[in-house]
T-cell receptor, first 113, second 109 residues
């Protein structure tokens, strides 16, 4: 069974450009989480969805960040405009029935020059 | 807020050795998970263990909720066990995992 699938795996862009990260959760999972990992701050929860509905976006750094989940099998995290301090690894994770067991994708490594 | 402390911060072992990683938390939790982040960055869920003991092959974990700690045991270490081991807890059912700083494990051949 396929795990959580993220794309792209690596993204290098210039400051000011729009970045879109994509995630396909495990089929049947009803929770989807977006995390960001940096050396300085570790893993931070940005936003999570339950049944495609955003529940808590208090971790989203600022208005430049937005996330959508148009259906149960797809979510995007968008940064517009991107800044060098957004450079990090962005993880998508999914689970069934809450936070019982969290399954992570392989991450998208973003570098903003 | 709740504090999650992992020890040791770093551990270097020879292949075949056994190891014990510890996670202390400062308040009652209803969720505790152990993760392994391999050298390529992938995060893998090892155990969901808010209490009790579980085993999966060479790995086992024990959480003593009343004493606010959890232990991860790795037996007969292999080089593929290298990476960072994270403990993460959820205090209230708010879907916020509080992450420890991790234990970096290096297994030498």
């Amino acid at each position: 069974d396929a795990g959580v699938i993220q794309s792209p795996r690596h993204e290098v862009t210039e400051m000011g450009q729009e970045v879109t990260l994509r995630c396909k959760p495990i089929s049947g999972h009803d929770y989807l989480f977006w995390y960001r990992q940096t050396m300085m701050r570790g893993l931070e929860l940005l936003i999570y969805f339950n049944n495609n509905v955003p529940i808590d976006d208090s971790g989203m750094p600022e208005d430049r960040f937005s996330a959508k989940m148009p259906n149960a099998s797809f979510s995007t995290l968008k940064i517009q405009p991107s800044e060098p301090r957004d450079s990090a690894v962005y993880f998508c994770a999914s689970s069934f029935g809450g936070l019982r067991e969290l399954f992570f994708g392989e991450g998208s490594r973003l570098t903003v020059l | 807020g709740i504090q999650v402390e992992q020890s040791p911060p770093d551990l270097i072992l020879q292949e075949g050795a056994n190891s014990t990683l510890r996670c202390n938390f400062s308040d009652s939790v209803n969720n505790l998970q152990w993760f392994h982040q391999n050298p390529w960055g992938q995060l893998i869920n090892l155990f969901y263990i808010p209490s009790g003991t579980k085993q999966n092959g060479r790995l086992s974990a024990t959480t003593v909720a009343t004493e606010r700690y959890s232990l991860l045991y790795i037996s007969s270490s292999q080089t593929t066990d290298s990476g960072v081991y994270f403990c993460a807890v959820e205090m209230r059912r708010n879907y916020q995992l509080i992450w420890g700083a991790g234990t970096k494990l290096i297994i030498k051949p």
